[in-house]
Structure formats: structure tokens, C-alpha cells
């Protein structure tokens, strides 16, 4: 069984739209992450989610809002779509917010945004 | 600059060669990752590292905390260890930073 998985795998869009991706975690875990991954492989944390409750919020544009009904599943819609948006985002967990435990991923949705 | 910087950033070797990548961090931390980012794309643990050394298979990671320092070594390296490996600290909320990445590749 897959541990931590995102979908869609694949995302194409045009520019103005609204998008979501959603990542569900069967680990048991208390804490899912967003992370983005840029055209040059840089990976940057979006945002955390600690038992549904927003813990990490980084200077992320408005447009993005994740959201969590449950503490096993993490949702990020995108609104406006822009150019900018394209890049690899991964969807992350770990059993809590201590500095060090272990994050386990999920294989990455690719959005391409035209 | 980038709160963790890692080097070399990219690193060709031969099939059996020993292998070390190289990350400083500028602040000050209870844990360091060193992480596997497979060609698909798949992103990996595979240390996590708060003193000291540790040992898996042919990888060893070590971690300086005085000097701000850690590497990752690959012993008789493989082709298949071809991948882009990336040194992450935990800060507030186990949130991960990341360094750039060190893209290895492994010839035969």
C-alpha cells in the first residue's frame, strides 16, 4: 500500500484557472506538509498541517490555500493560476512536528501551467 | 545566501569509486537529513542525523554540529546510485530546508 499519495500525478492547466491537488497519508500520521519544487530542483516548504491545525505558513501568495478535513489527508487548492505556479509540488508526513522525525513523500504532482 | 549550501553540484564518478558530498549550514540545529531524489522524481529519507555517524549499506553520513558540517559518502559506488542528493535541516515544526541538491551521476 502507498504510504503517502498525491492526485493528480499530471496537472495541465491554463493560466486563470482553479486548481486542486490533494495528498492522502495511511501512516497513521499527525503532520502533512506541502513543498514546492522549482524549475531548478529547489525544494521549498509551503506549508504544515499538525492534527488539521495550520502550524506552517511560509510567504505563500493568497492564491494558495491548503486544507485539511482530516489529519490524514492535505489538500491544496490554487486559484488564479499563473505561469509561476509550474514546478513539482510534494506532499510530505511525519508522526509530529518534532525537529528531526523522519518525512516520508509522496511521489510529487506536475503542474504545467500555459 | 541559502541557509544550507551543499557541494560539489554536480559530481560525475566511475563505477567503484568512493564518493563524497559536502553540506554547511549557517544556523543552529537539532537534526540533519540527507535525502535521495531518484531520477522519476521520487523523493527519499535516508539519514537523519543529530551527532555523530551512521551506517547504511554502502552509505555513510556523517555530522559535525561544532563546525556546522555534514557529508554523505557512497562506497564502491554503482550506477544505480545515479540520483540527486539533497542535505535538509529540521527547524521550527520539523519543517525541512533545503540545500540545492547534488546531482550524482554514476558511469560504468
Known amino acids: 500500500d502507498t504510504a503517502v499519495s498525491q492526485t493528480p500525478k499530471y496537472l495541465v492547466t491554463q493560466m486563470g484557472n482553479d486548481k486542486s491537488i490533494k495528498c492522502e497519508q495511511n501512516?497513521?500520521?499527525?503532520?502533512m506538509y506541502w513543498y514546492k519544487q522549482d524549475s531548478k530542483k529547489f525544494l521549498k516548504i509551503m506549508f504544515s498541517?499538525?492534527?488539521?491545525?495550520?502550524?506552517i505558513n511560509e510567504t505563500v501568495p493568497n492564491r494558495f490555500s491548503p486544507k485539511s478535513p482530516d489529519k490524514a489527508h492535505l489538500n491544496l487548492h490554487i486559484n488564479s493560476l499563473e505561469l509561476g505556479d509550474s514546478a513539482v509540488y510534494f506532499c510530505?508526513?511525519?508522526?509530529?512536528?518534532?525537529?528531526?522525525?523522519?518525512?516520508?513523500f509522496g511521489p510529487g504532482t506536475r503542474l504545467l501551467v500555459l | 545566501k541559502n541557509e544550507v549550501e551543499q557541494s560539489p553540484q554536480n559530481l560525475t564518478a566511475q563505477e567503484g569509486e568512493f564518493i563524497t558530498i559536502n553540506c554547511s549550514y549557517s544556523?543552529?540545529?537539532?537534526?540533519l537529513h540527507w535525502l535521495q531524489q531518484h531520477p522519476g522524481g521520487g523523493i527519499v529519507s535516508l539519514f537523519m542525523?543529530?551527532?555523530g555517524k551512521k551506517k547504511h549499506g554502502r552509505l555513510i553520513a556523517t555530522i559535525n554540529i561544532q563546525e556546522k558540517h555534514s557529508s554523505l559518502h557512497i562506497t564502491a559506488s554503482h550506477p544505480r546510485d545515479s540520483a540527486v542528493y539533497i542535505c535538509?535541516?529540521?527547524?521550527?515544526?520539523?519543517?525541512?530546508?533545503f540545500g540545492a541538491g547534488t546531482i550524482l551521476r554514476v558511469k560504468s
Open positions: 535538509a535541516v529540521s527547524e521550527y515544526g520539523n519543517k525541512l530546508v
Open positions: 542525523l543529530s551527532s
Open positions: 501512516l497513521g500520521h499527525d503532520t
Open positions: 498541517y499538525n492534527n488539521k491545525e495550520l502550524i
Open positions: 544556523v543552529g540545529i537539532s537534526a
Open positions: 510530505a508526513s511525519s508522526q509530529g512536528t518534532v525537529e528531526g522525525e523522519t518525512q516520508y
